[in-house]
Nanobody, 115 residues
Framework: QVQLVESGGGLVQPGGSLRVSCTAA????????MGWYRQAPGKQRELVAT???????NYADSIKGRFTISRDNAKNRVYLQMNSLKPEDTAIYFC?????????WGQGTQVTVSS
């Protein structure tokens, strides 16, 4: 069983920056893909960014150039650096991991962009 624990969410003003982190526990060996999704009130969960254990990344068009995903394989940790935040980035951000054919999710961390 894989446990994912997010941290680093909070309230930030428009144009500001925030970094969220996620640590995975309970794995033996490498997690093939880690990523971030988000869900805004009244909307479906959507992809933000993913990163493979080899470092290949994939980003949603809405955040390209503003967000950067990275990971530390040794620590089973994934990060999402969010810059130039907009009110429409307000959502619960969920960490995800693909491990041995299964998908795992964290509990989510709230990010609110508001003045």
């Amino acid at each position: 069983q894989v446990q994912l624990v997010e941290s680093g969410g909070g309230l930030v003003q428009p144009g500001g920056s925030l970094r969220v982190s996620c640590t995975a526990a309970g794995t033996i060996g490498s997690i093939s893909v880690m990523g971030w999704y988000r869900q805004a009130p009244g909307k479906q969960r959507e992809l933000v960014a993913t990163i493979t254990n080899g470092g290949s990344t994939n980003y949603a068009d809405s955040i390209k150039g503003r967000f950067t995903i990275s990971r530390d394989n040794a620590k089973n940790r994934v990060y999402l650096q969010m810059n130039s935040l907009k009110p429409e980035d307000t959502a619960i951000y969920f960490c995800s991991a693909q491990y041995r054919g299964y998908d795992y999710w964290g509990q989510g961390t709230q990010v609110t962009v508001s003045s």
